[in-house]
């Protein structure tokens, strides 16, 4: 029998490559998708239903006609510079959107969630690699929307018995090793599509933010980890809720940190092409370094990030930009 899995933001980056790990692991992925933000063309392993999550009667016929097993839940806002500026948005997207969609599994009787959490709800580290019993300060709206998320799982665990995974992600990174996904954000804030659009000549330069910090290079470090190897987490997550039926919250990240400059370096290897850069100063709140301790994925999910070594992030996604081109 066919088994569909809900996916909130499916037509998204990251949503759009677990769609196609599920397909390939048996499972049906039906995609729910506002398209703020997500593509209609990233959907391609199930059905496609154009939607929001706050809409009630979208949702209740999805569980109707589908009766999906568990839900993984993506859509959201991901700015956090914009969730200074516009809080509002963030937590009726974020926060509200999510009870809407779980008022809706618990009335339609769905007992399984993976949330995309992020290191966000850390705030600035104390402590690291970040273990998952780090205090959650989280410095942003964005970031507290994600954490106040995961407490309200904790209540609907507590009053409902809803189980849920919370992954908390490092930086997504890469794209889908045969070509068919990648990372399409508009606006794009991340470091390695930025880097790439520089050297493909589509930006004029990347600007690197701090070139003074603590570390040893004096560019910020952070922990990327391929967006297929995130996939990957989601099946396995859902096939432990399905086994273990305890709720978690669970980094997701290879506890290796990369410096903005060694990203540059390997996107001129890679492309064969410089990067231009322009020095910035420090952006307000980015820690010098964000590494994952990821041995809580290993043992409870059995997770192993396979594609995550630097060259595999940045073959893929330049392959992904370069290939898509225009002339
Ligand atoms: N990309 C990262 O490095 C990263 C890191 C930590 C956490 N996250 C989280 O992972 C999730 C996915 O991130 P992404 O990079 O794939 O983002 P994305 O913007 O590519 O995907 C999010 C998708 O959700 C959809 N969406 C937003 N609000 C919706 C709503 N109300 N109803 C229906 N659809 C809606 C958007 O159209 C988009 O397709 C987000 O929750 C984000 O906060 C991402």
Redesign the pocket.
């Known amino acids: 029998m066919e088994q569909y899995i809900l996916v909130?933001?499916g037509?998204?980056?990251?949503?759009s490559h677990t769609c196609k790990f599920l397909h390939e692991r048996g499972y049906t992925p039906v995609v729910?998708?506002?398209?703020?933000?997500?593509h209609r063309s990233a959907v391609k392993w199930g059905p496609f239903i154009e939607?929001?999550?706050?809409d009630q009667g979208v949702l209740g016929r999805i569980f109707s006609e589908y009766s999906p097993a568990a839900v993984i839940h993506?859509?959201?806002?991901?700015y956090v510079g914009e969730s200074m500026l516009a809080p509002g948005r963030y937590y009726r997207?974020n926060v509200a959107?999510t009870l809407s969609l779980l008022e809706s599994m618990r009335q339609n009787g769905c007992p399984h969630l993976v949330f995309?959490?992020?290191?966000?709800t850390y705030g600035l580290p104390e402590t690291l690699p970040l273990v998952e019993s780090h205090p959650r300060k989280p410095i942003s709206p964005y970031g507290r929307s994600?954490l106040m998320v995961e407490e309200i799982l904790q209540d609907y665990d507590s009053a409902h018995g809803l189980k849920s995974v919370s992954l908390r992600?490092?930086?997504?990174a890469g794209a889908d090793l045969a070509g068919e996904l990648g990372e399409d954000?508009a606006p794009e804030t991340?470091l390695i599509p930025l880097a790439v659009a520089a050297a493909l000549g589509t930006r004029p330069e990347l600007q690197i933010f701090g070139t003074d910090y603590p570390t040893a290079d004096g560019t910020a470090v952070r922990d990327f980890v391929h967006v297929t190897d995130l996939a990957a987490a989601h099946v396995q997550a859902l096939e432990f809720l399905a086994r273990q039926e305890t709720s978690q919250a669970i980094n997701l990240g290879t506890g290796r940190g990369y410096s903005v400059r060694e990203i540059v370096r390997e996107v001129g290897r890679v492309s064969g092409r410089e990067v231009p850069v322009v020095r910035k100063e420090r952006r307000a709140g980015d820690p010098p370094v964000l590494v994952a301790d990821a041995a809580k994925a290993g043992r409870l999910l059995g997770w192993r990030p396979t594609r995550s070594d630097l060259p595999t992030i940045i073959s893929s996604a330049w392959k992904w930009h370069a290939g898509r081109r225009p002339g």
């Open positions: 909130t933001g037509a998204g980056y990251i949503g729910l998708d506002n398209l703020v933000y997500g939607g929001d999550i706050h993506f859509a959201a806002f991901a997207n959107g995309s959490s992020s290191c966000a994600k992600y490092f930086n997504a954000h991340h």
